[in-house]
């Protein structure tokens, strides 16, 4: 799975499981552009960890859509933290429908969006 760019799985409803499966057999691809895992239920906190790390490691990383994904306030904290840690190239973040009620997940928002000197698209 190294010479992967794009990884688009939207509506598959993966679970929590395939998150944590597919995030881990592509920690070593450092080369993946897209992530796309909308509707995919990482609702746990191994699965939306496994994201976060995956984002970590990327070094093109352009476009995350995890809309419909059910991470909640924690797991949605989680990922953006590991934005905030990954390259500085994000265009897209989709983030909708994750149940995202907290001023917290908002300043993580806004700090992504000014480390990011190309992200155009939020999506909360």
Same mark, same amino acid.
């Given at each position: 799975?190294? @010479?992967l760019r794009q990884v688009s799985l939207s509506e598959n409803r993966l679970g929590k499981e395939g998150v944590i499966i597919l995030c881990r057999s592509l920690l070593n691809n450092v080369e993946l552009q897209?992530?796309?895992l909308a509707d995919?239920?990482?609702n746990e906190e191994t699965a939306?960890? @496994?994201i976060r790390h995956l984002m970590e490691r990327t070094q093109f990383l352009s476009r995350?859509?995890?809309n419909d994904c059910f991470l909640g306030n924690?797991?949605?904290k989680v990922?953006?933290?590991g934005l905030l840690n990954s390259n500085p190239n994000?265009?897209?973040l989709k983030l909708a429908h994750n149940e995202i009620d907290d001023d917290e997940v908002a300043e993580l928002i806004c700090e992504v969006i000014k480390t990011k000197r190309f992200l155009e698209v939020v999506c909360k």
């Open positions: 799975m190294g @010479s897209v992530i796309d995919s239920y990482a939306y960890v @496994s995350v859509n995890l924690v797991g949605t990922v953006l933290q994000l265009a897209e």
